[in-house]
Every structure is written in structure tokens, then in C-alpha cells.
């Protein structure tokens, strides 16, 4: 595995800085990997990885990823909250890495809620 | 729990969700000496008395979302069972202070599990003005991860950027592996 330093990090500082200028804009949509005891134990941190590494790969800048905490079902966990902006979240449950995979593809790129996957739509909205 | 990295992941979102603007994680592989020590500390609201002694009882929470605790109930028990100890220090208002001591070899010892994946996933969690160290000590080598160096270098653009991320996941994946080799 090669060396890596700390400077190499000025390289991406920068290229990020030239997309962030690009966008100019606030992000377009928010996803919410819920992180409890629950959710750790069921397999988020797993999630939450696959999903940044495919944003990465798919190079979607104006897509925000965050964590929350137990939303109360922790027996449908992992569970991941998606909003797209001026759309109602929708909250999906029993992820795995592939139908996380299936979600950002669908819903957040193409708009299109995963039915089959989502617990419900909702009202609340932090984005 | 699969393994430790886990559990050290849902101390650190406790740590997060007590507001501690410091965090820092210390592990501490003490091969020769039979011994694997893992410490959380964070200047966080902290917990009186009273909720302290009530802490480790899985079935205490101060959530209002579920009636169960388990976070930090289930590292106590990963400890005890390789006939380590568990001790947790908190004052309201300054922080808590948690130390699981594990015998290094013990058959019940889970693994320490991807700490790589698991700083890396704090730091989507860390709020603005939140910072966290992580040391990792394996007998005389050490590597040593600081988001306040890290922040100085990006200068404005955010950790939790998803390009950044996975740098850092490398980053600290590189520096565990070389203190794993100087071992060798």
C-alpha cells in the first residue's frame, strides 16, 4: 500500500473547492444514515460506506450524507432517511449495501422512490 | 456487536450527541503485556450521580425513542467477558471518561474490527466545532489522527466531504498498517 501524507490532502481541498464553485448553489438532496446502537449493530456503518464510496464513483457533488440517531424502530434497521429538495422524506428500511446502491440510483439521481424498500413518506424535513 | 470498532463508533455518537466540542479515542494494544485497552473521553454535558449508577443497566435509556439502553451496557459485558474491567468516569457539565480494559488473547475477545471505517464514519457524524483525536498504540509504535490538524490543511472545505472522507479512510488504513508492520 503506498505512503500517503497529509499534504495530499491539500489536492483534494482544492479540487473540491473548484466543484463547490461550480455548483454554487445549496445541495440538491440529503441522506440520513441512522447511526444507534441499533443501527451500528444491524450494519449502518456498512451502509454508510457503500453509499459515499458510490458518490464518490458516480462524482454527485450536491448530494449531502449525514448520521442520526435510533429513530425508533430499530427492529427495521439499518434504515436511511432520503430528501430531495421541496420533495417529503421518505424512509427506508432494512437496507443492505445493495438496495442502498438501488436508491441512490433511483430516487436520488433519477427521482424515483423505491417503493418497495420504503417504510413510508413523510412529513418531517431537516433539509 | 460484531467487533470493538463497532461499539467504539456508537460511544463516539453518544459522545456526538452530548455536544463534546472534544472527543478523543485511545487505543492501546499492549501485546507483550496481554492486554488490549480502549479509552473515550469527551468534554461533553456529562451525567450526574444518579444516572451513572443507572448507566450500565441495559435496560436504561434517556432516549425518548425506545425503552432500552445496551450502548454502553454491551461494551462493559465484551470487556468483562475476557475478565477485563470497565470503568466510567462522568461529571455533569465536564465530560465522560470510559475505559474497557480486554485480555489481549482471551478466546471471547471479540476482534478490534475496521477502525479505519469507523473514524471514518464519525467524522460524517461530527457536527461544525466538533473535533476528535484518535491515538492508536500497538506496543512501542504509534499512529496518531487529529481532525484539528486535518481541519488547518482543508481551510473551509468540510470534512465531512465525501472526497475528503475517503482519503482519510485510506489515510488511517496506511497509518495502522505501518504500525502493525514496524511490529513485525
Do not use: W
Not at chain 2, 3 to 10: R, V
Amino acid at each position: 500500500m503506498k505512503k500517503l501524507k497529509i499534504g495530499d490532502l491539500e489536492k483534494i481541498r482544492n479540487k473540491v473547492r473548484r466543484t463547490a464553485v461550480l455548483r454554487q448553489g445549496k445541495s440538491r438532496a440529503k441522506i440520513t444514515i441512522h447511526m444507534g446502537t441499533c443501527g451500528i449493530a444491524a450494519g449502518a456503518r456498512d451502509i454508510l460506506s457503500a453509499l459515499m464510496q458510490e458518490i464518490e464513483k458516480k462524482k454527485l457533488n450536491d448530494v449531502i450524507v449525514t448520521t442520526s440517531g435510533c429513530a425508533g424502530l430499530c427492529s427495521r434497521e439499518p434504515m436511511a432517511t432520503v430528501e430531495i429538495t421541496d420533495k417529503p422524506p421518505v424512509k427506508y428500511v432494512d437496507l443492505t449495501k445493495e438496495k442502498m446502491k438501488k436508491i441512490l440510483e433511483q430516487h436520488i439521481i433519477k427521482g424515483n422512490i423505491v417503493n418497495e424498500y420504503a417504510l413510508a413518506v413523510g412529513s418531517e424535513r431537516t433539509h | 456487536m460484531e467487533d470493538l470498532s463497532l461499539h467504539i463508533l456508537d460511544i463516539v455518537e453518544n459522545s456526538v450527541a452530548a455536544g463534546a466540542t472534544n472527543i478523543e479515542v485511545e487505543i492501546d494494544e499492549r501485546i507483550t503485556e496481554n492486554l488490549l485497552i480502549i479509552k473515550i473521553k469527551d468534554n461533553g454535558k456529562g451525567m450526574d450521580k444518579e444516572t451513572l449508577v443507572k448507566v450500565l443497566d441495559p435496560f436504561y435509556t434517556t432516549k425518548k425513542t425506545r425503552r432500552v439502553g445496551l450502548g454502553l451496557s454491551m461494551l462493559a459485558q465484551a470487556s468483562k467477558e475476557t475478565g477485563g474491567r470497565f470503568d466510567i468516569k462522568s461529571e455533569p457539565g465536564e465530560g465522560t471518561d470510559i475505559t474497557a480494559q480486554f485480555v489481549y488473547n482471551h478466546i471471547d475477545r471479540k476482534p478490534l474490527g475496521n477502525m479505519a471505517e469507523t473514524i471514518a464514519a464519525c467524522l460524517v457524524s461530527l457536527e461544525s466545532g466538533m473535533d476528535l483525536r484518535y491515538r492508536h498504540r500497538r506496543n512501542n509504535n504509534e499512529f496518531l489522527f487529529d481532525t484539528k490538524e486535518i481541519k488547518k490543511v482543508l481551510s473551509g472545505v468540510a470534512i465531512s466531504n465525501v472526497e475528503v472522507i475517503s482519503f482519510l479512510r485510506q489515510y488511517i488504513e496506511v497509518g495502522l498498517n505501518q504500525i502493525a508492520k514496524k511490529e513485525k
